[in-house]
């Protein structure tokens, strides 16, 4: 079975020192145990700029090598071509930048068309396919089953210890590699800078009392919301447009 783990590169929230992604680092621990418990084959790859100094952290976090995808164009069809055969690809939920989308996961399974887990806190590859034990809010838990091959995108509290070694870092290398792929057609829509404030989370106005905040903050009862499983994507987008609509978030 080949494994590959995907890693990008963060920032200090305070210096701005590039340094190793901590969510990807959670996702190379669980890939490094899975490898060894079934002797899969596990790569380690980056679509960026190889020279930036945090890759040669994930060598000291245990990933022998980190293949780098060298390409100006598109990092996710550059990655969809690369994975190619691949059984199961770990990831982070999204980089650790302070506009980071967390789409990749998404857009590369759908590249791939392969099944999606994210929010994993564990992994189980048995011989059906993959158990994934998913973080959800306020404590709970829920178990997915899924066929290989599959994407799983690594909740921050995964059950992952990661293990750095200078030494590793020395014995292993960072491997450029060319690849060819599209122009992102949105990548012109982008532009890059520091930080200037953090973002607003849209929330929609409180409208209880403070006495059932307390409530709803020690139980898990239901706020009012509804869960809407049928229908097509495009349905399901206009659901959460009204809801958005009706509590004035957006003026359109």
């Known amino acids: 079975m080949k494994i590959a783990v995907l890693v990008s590169t963060g920032q200090h929230p305070i210096s701005g020192t590039a340094r190793y992604s901590r969510n990807d680092a959670a996702a190379l621990a669980l890939g490094i145990d899975i490898a060894k418990e079934h002797g899969a084959q596990l790569d380690v790859l980056h679509a960026g700029d190889p020279a930036n100094p945090a890759l040669a952290e994930y060598l000291a976090l245990g990933a022998p090598r980190v293949e780098v995808l060298n390409t100006p164009g598109d990092a ?23 506009f980071d989308s967390g789409t990749l996961p998404y857009r590369l399974a759908d590249a791939l068309n392969v099944a999606l887990v994210g929010s994993a806190v564990d992994i189980d590859v048995t011989n059906e396919g993959v158990e994934v034990r998913q973080f959800m809010p306020k404590g709970l838990r829920r178990r997915v089953r899924v066929q290989l091959p599959a994407l799983i995108a690594v909740h921050p509290l995964a059950n992952a210890t990661p293990r750095y070694a200078y030494a590793r870092m020395r014995e292993g290398r960072v491997a450029p590699v060319a690849a060819a792929a599209p122009v992102d057609p949105e990548a012109s829509a982008w532009s890059v800078g520091p930080v200037s404030a953090k973002p607003k989370r849209l929330a929609a106005p409180e409208k209880r009392t403070g006495h059932a905040r307390m409530l709803s903050a020690t139980t898990t009862e239901s706020r009012g919301g509804s869960v809407v499983i049928e229908g097509s994507s495009v349905e399901k987008a206009q659901v959460i447009l009204a809801y958005l609509r009706e509590h004035q978030l957006v003026d359109y």
């Not at 069809?77 to 302070?98: D, H, I, N, P, S």
Request: proline share 0%; net charge positive; charged share 15%.
């Open 76 to 98: 996710c069809a550059a990655l969809a071509q690369r994975l190619a055969g691949y059984r199961l690809v770990l990831t982070g939920t999204r980089a650790e930048g302070a």
